[in-house]
């Protein structure tokens, strides 16, 4: 299974020798066909560096999170907090001192213990001066942390902060050790079920087995696992079907999605991510500082049409920046559904009869790049003209776009789950100011019952869905291909991840 | 000769350096900060004066230049910012990949191009020669990248014999390696091997024509003897500089290729860096690539210095 | 002007020429559709069929119209980044042969630089640069096109100013730049044109590296390069999208490379091919 030819296709008439010659480097893995405990993952860009605690790239902790390093709270499949490194935790009244009980008896992958003192190094060093954690701005509301002992973490904050129990269970909240924090980034030392064995950059990442794994509850099934890296669509579909790599949690391209339906030895399993492709207008730039002009650039949107031409169908429309698999999801599309004439009409109203023209700056990938084509067609029937410059991502787009916000309209996939707060902060891409909006995202934290926030969300979505600060497109599927004896990988995406805690062979 | 050949290395010296001045200039303007892609779209500007302080983006640019320099002449290439290893192993891995690719690419040339060329100067004129013209002229007319991508069409899309793309490593067996590099191979040698054959080609016919080729055929040399005995050894002679001057059509080749064929080399290396602005892999490499065709042009010339001693009065 | 029909391949490669400038000048004013225009029902049509002549892409688009109106932007591309390389290498080279001295030697140092760093790698540097475009295509090739020619006319220039006639009219006190403009430019001018020839192919091919790269023009302007680029994960559906614009490429290289070839062997038949 080792062999990078396809059997089932060959003709073995007229194979060449070099193919034939093959057939003994692929004759000797046959050897081990025990049940099977090992899993190639594929994945299709490479991270750079394996620690989720100082870079944002989804793909770090794609490889790491609940592999490698485990958090104090952590997110199931389901995308609901749970406890992990912390047992319980305790809320004050006034949502300001939050008190964690520490599990016992948990090591680090050298066999130093987990105690308050790490979490407390680990948060100081997420929240402190010299601190390039990405999520920073997430550790910011801790005021004071004490240690009263060894299983008891104290945190104060400076205000309520609703969502820290989610946030502790984010990649970048991640455990670390003092002593090996440095050096995370080459090797990476945490206290999950899986130790870090190499890393061939460019190529692949071995994982192996924790035999000490402090979680008695769940049986590691797995004794290595390997996240191979392949870039090429054409190279992720071949490795599929050769057996090469068991699964693609996140297959790359949706229009070879069809050519896996029938094939009796993978599954197709579509779910959700958190992507959620928006394009985003310059919301302080003429003529996007007009409400009636987005609304009416809205409407010109066959959501449709985006998802069919740029995702082959796969995919599912949007109407405000949240996607089904967020707690309160509201179905908004139809707040500005596609309707020509009542966006010419609208656009008109707005004082552009004729229309006008504007650049788009699109990243190089494909989906930015063919749905920023569909919406130029699109745009055209209602007379405006949108001319395309890609702009490379991320350097150029973060420089231009995120830093500078020197665009008129972008188009970009945002990864990081429950990220509708970014409208309400400044400065942002978007320059969308709303008093109204961040006041309901205030009151989100400042409350600690559930439901509530569920109706808060609910109402930050449709103030969105009415404003449209971006063009609200679609959510990308997660399009997973795998073995069909391959069990126990996620369906849905509540958070970027490749969880390998209960993946196994069936018999 | 040795002040010819000392000069010549000064020269190249002092090339190498003026290239890794533009190298670094270039990258060091490009729009993009490393720090802000490496932390996304969340970071606040504390964050990032933070890592830029880290990575030591913020000393001065002549500062930075003179170190990457000193680094390079005693052979340590600095740190990646992505993958946060040494550069110099980088790039040794990646060279893994691409060395035996453009190896094979060369030898699948030379392969095609010399029995092609030798052949079509034999029947000058005739049938033969003009089909190994036409496989010049179209050869070198295809772009290395489309081949490839009609080889994996017609090999791994279609036929299923070979993997579309995709490099096991060379643990996973050296057939298996081979195996990985053979289509981009191909793809890399085919406009090579246009050139080349011309190259062959006229070379033995202007050694089939000078006199003591001539004489000894006089003398009842057969055909076959002249062609192996004197033609083709002095054929190989152009032959082989052609490799060295079309090194840099191999490389711009290679770049593409690999990205065809999703291969770990270093021109994927490259693309890679360059896109997370991961500024000193991309120093590196690109000065890397210049150094080894700067290198080949001066062996070029030194063979040529050798073969033809006229050249050594002028320039 | 009899000549040309007995050379077969100036011929080839005239008529090969002619006709795809021919499409290209066309596409300017008349294509089957709109080459931009989607039609996502009629997407991946093959050839021949639904889809038109040679059958539409992803989008729908018309693949006939989006080839000839590739063949219009990466002819003019190239033409223009071998027109700038080309007038300021000669120029570069016929004055260094003018003067001699230390400029030639920086002039000749320049050149080794500027070839010393692969193309393909100074024009993805330019392309991050610069952003994509047409205007970075073209200064990409542009500038590996002037030490080309720098050297052809500096090392030709060179030859004629040794030439008795040449001495002769320094002899009788011309000023340098007179002799260039009267006897040193004609001479060289078929050397040029045959370079300018042969380097129009090799400009192809690196725009549609570039294109391929995703570095060359924006879309909508469709290129062939960036149609292989995108025909990549259609191979299984549609292979016409990866065939397709390949042969054009091809085409267009192999019409000028022999056209390079025909016209060398009719203006400078001392030079011979290889």
Not at chain 1, 110 to 119: E, I, K, L, Q, R
Not at chain 1, 266 to 288: C, H
Not at chain 2, 109 to 135: K, Q
Not at chain 3, 169 to 198: C, E, F
Request: with cysteine; glycine share 8%; hydrophobic share 50%.
């Amino acid at each position: 299974m080792q062999t990078i030819f396809s059997w089932s296709q060959v003709s073995r008439r007229g194979v060449m020798a070099l193919v034939l010659a093959a057939g003994v480097a692929f004759a000797a893995p046959y050897a081990q066909a025990a049940p099977k405990t090992a899993a190639t993952i594929g994945m299709t860009v490479e991270p750079g560096g394996l620690d989720p605690t100082i870079g944002a790239q989804v793909m770090i902790g794609q490889v790491t999170w609940q592999n490698v390093f485990e958090g104090l709270t952590t997110i199931d499949k389901a995308g609901k907090v749970q406890p992990q490194l912390a047992e319980s935790w305790d809320v004050s009244e006034d949502g300001k001192t939050y008190t964690f009980k520490l599990r016992q008896g948990v090591k680090f992958h050298n066999g130093v213990a987990f105690d308050s003192s790490v979490a407390k190094f680990t948060l100081d060093r997420a929240r402190g001066a010299d601190s390039v954690n990405p999520q920073k701005r997430y550790f910011t509301s801790i005021d004071t942390i004490e240690t009263p002992d060894a299983a008891t973490l104290v945190l104060k904050l400076k205000q309520p902060t609703g969502s820290l129990l989610y946030w502790f269970g984010w990649p970048a909240a991640v455990m670390v050790e003092p002593s090996t924090a440095a050096d995370n980034k080459t090797n990476p030392v945490g206290t999950g079920p899986f130790v870090f064995g190499s890393w061939a950059k460019g190529t692949k990442v071995d994982l192996k087995k924790n035999a000490d794994y402090w979680n008695k509850d769940v049986a590691v099934k797995l004794d290595t696992a390997s996240f191979r890296f392949i870039n090429d669509p054409q190279a992720q579909s071949a490795a599929l079907t050769a057996g090469d790599v068991d699964a693609f949690p996140e297959f790359g391209v949706p229009e070879l999605v069809a050519s896996f339906e029938g094939n009796d030895k993978l599954a197709t399993v579509i779910g959700n991510t958190e992507l959620k492709v928006v394009a985003g207008m310059n919301n302080s730039r003429k003529p996007f500082s007009d409400k009636k002009v987005r609304q009416a650039l809205m409407m010109a949107v066959d959501r449709a049409m985006v998802v069919e031409g740029a995702w082959s169908g796969l995919g599912t429309p949007i109407g405000s920046h949240y996607t089904p698999n967020d707690r309160g999801y509201k179905d908004l599309t139809g707040v500005y559904p596609y309707d020509v004439e009542k966006a010419k009409a609208l656009l008109a109203e707005a004082g552009y009869p004729d229309g006008f023209s504007f650049t788009m700056k699109a990243p190089q990938m494909a989906y930015a790049q063919r749905s920023s084509q569909i919406l130029q067609a699109l745009f055209a029937e209602i007379g405006v003209t949108m001319n395309i410059e890609t702009t490379e991502f991320p350097a150029k787009w973060v420089a231009d776009v995120l830093k500078a916000a020197d665009y008129d309209m972008t188009i970009v996939a945002h990864a990081e789950p429950m990220d509708i707060d970014i409208y309400a902060r400044d400065p942002y891409y978007f320059n969308y100011k709303n008093p109204a909006f961040n006041e309901v995202l205030a009151k989100v934290e400042a409350s600690t019952d559930a439901s509530e926030q569920d109706r808060l969300y609910g109402e930050a979505q449709t103030i969105l869905a009415n404003d449209v600060p971006s063009l609200f497109l679609f959510v990308m599927p997660k399009l997973g291909i795998w073995d069909k004896k391959l069990k126990g990988l996620w369906e849905n995406e509540p958070i970027p991840s490749n969880v390998l805690t209960e993946v196994h062979w069936e018999e | 000769m040795i002040s010819i050949l000392l000069r010549r290395i000064a020269s190249l010296i002092v090339t190498l350096i003026v290239v890794s001045l533009l190298i670094f200039t270039v990258m060091n303007l490009l729009p993009g900060d490393p720090a802000a892609i490496m932390l996304g779209t969340s970071a606040t500007p504390e964050t990032l004066a933070a890592l830029r302080t880290q990575m030591g983006l913020n000393e001065p640019l002549i500062v930075r230049y003179l170190a990457w320099l000193a680094g390079v002449v005693q052979g340590d290439l600095g740190q990646s910012y992505t993958y946060g290893v040494p550069v110099a192993g980088l790039i040794v891995e990646r060279l893994a990949v691409t060395l035996p690719l453009a190896l094979m690419a060369i030898v699948l040339s030379v392969g095609i191009a010399v029995p092609l060329g030798v052949a079509a100067a034999r029947r000058h004129n005739g049938l033969f020669d003009h089909l190994a013209g036409a496989f010049s002229y179209i050869s070198i007319a295809v772009p290395a990248f489309w081949v490839g991508l009609l080889l994996i069409i017609a090999f791994s899309t279609k036929l299923g014999w070979m993997p579309a793309g995709g490099f096991p490593g060379w643990n996973a067996g050296l057939l298996s390696g081979l195996a990985a590099l053979l289509m981009p191979a191909v793809a890399l040698a085919l406009p090579q091997a246009g050139v080349l054959t011309r190259v062959a080609r006229s070379a033995v016919l202007e050694v089939m024509g000078e006199d003591f080729v001539r004489t000894a055929r006089a003398k009842g040399l057969s055909d076959r003897a002249a062609v192996w005995r004197h033609a083709l050894p002095n054929a190989l002679i152009p032959v082989v500089t052609m490799i060295g001057l079309q090194f840099t059509f191999l490389i711009a080749g290679a770049v593409l290729v690999e990205n065809v064929f999703n291969l770990p080399g270093l021109g994927r290396l490259a693309l890679q860096a360059l896109s997370q602005r991961d500024i000193i892999v991309m120093q590196d490499v690109v000065l890397f690539f210049s150094a080894l065709v700067i290198v080949m042009n001066f062996l070029v010339d030194l063979a040529y210095l050798v073969i033809d001693p006229r050249l050594r009065v002028a320039t | 002007m009899a000549g040309i029909f007995r050379r077969p391949v100036l011929m080839i490669g005239l008529v090969v020429t002619l006709a795809l400038v021919g499409v290209a000048l066309l596409s300017l004013v008349w294509t089957p559709s709109l080459p931009s225009k989607m039609n996502i029902v009629q997407r991946l049509k093959p050839p021949l069929g639904l889809g038109g002549l040679l059958g539409t892409d992803q989008f729908g688009r018309d693949v006939t119209s989006m080839l000839m109106v590739g063949a219009w932007n990466s002819l003019s591309t190239s033409f223009l980044a071998v027109a700038i390389g080309a007038t300021v290498g000669s120029a570069v080279g016929v004055i260094v042969a003018m003067r001699r001295g230390w400029l030639e030697l920086i002039v000749m140092r320049g050149c080794d630089i500027i070839f010393a760093v692969p193309p393909i790698l100074s024009a993805m540097m330019l392309g991050a640069f610069l952003g994509s475009g047409r205007f970075t295509a073209i200064i990409a090739i542009a500038v590996f096109m002037v030490p080309v020619f720098a050297r052809l006319t500096l090392a030709a220039a060179k030859q004629i100013w040794a030439r008795d006639y040449v001495t002769a009219a320094i002899g009788i006190g011309r000023s340098k730049a007179k002799i260039t403009l009267v006897h040193i430019l004609p001479n060289i001018s078929n050397q040029i044109i045959v370079q300018v020839t042969i380097q129009l192919g090799l400009a192809i091919l690196t725009e549609a590296g570039l294109s391929f790269l995703g570095l060359g023009m924006p879309p909508p302007a469709p290129t062939w390069g960036r149609m292989l680029a995108d025909s990549q994960t259609f191979f299984g559906q549609a292979p016409w999208l990866a065939i397709l614009p390949g042969l054009a490429i091809a085409l267009a290289v192999l019409g000028l490379n022999m056209l390079g070839d025909g016209l060398r062997d009719m203006l400078d038949p001392k030079a011979k091919a290889g």
